[in-house]
């Protein structure tokens, strides 16, 4: 979802097949819980929401943060503070607060760039009822085009063929960001 053009749209993409990173995603989810007996994805947002340095802002059930991986200036990881495994799942009090919160994160990205601000955003969640007990539910949200005095970024050439590369720091893209939150 997201908006690209002068009006928002929104597009919904079918396969017969699970995509391939939301099929990495799962491995390592199952993984990590083979292994510890926890969920990766929720270990992964205490240590965060404990740090608090790459917190942009955070309600009593959901928390954005930029995570360690992000590859865009301002990517963002919008996770749930309680188990959840499908978006389906969640009930309506956390729903309205999962909306405050994207709203939030929304308009400190307007404030931040000075416009409407164009961007991708995902909901990943379990395919399968019966083998959840690894899933967090997540969203990501990628801000496609970044064109300040500071920073323009286009994924193209080399970052996309090859390898991605970073133009500031998850640290540093979550303290600019967090100051545009109200």
Known sequence: MGSSNPHPHCQIWASDEIPHILKLE???????????????LADYRDTECRNTERVIV????????????????????????????????IDMSALKEFAKINQKLLLAYDRLFQTSFPYSMGFHGSYEKTNDKHWLFHTHYYPPLLRSATIRKYLVGYEMLAEAQRDINPEQAAQTLRLHVQ
């Open 58 to 89: 955070e309600n009593d059930q959901w928390v954005v943060l930029i995570p360690f991986w992000a590859v865009w200036p301002y990517e963002t990881l919008v996770l749930p503070k309680y188990e959840v495994s499908r978006f389906g799942d």
């Open 26 to 40: 799962d491995q390592h989810q199952l993984k990590y819980f083979n292994t510890k007996q926890s969920k990766l």
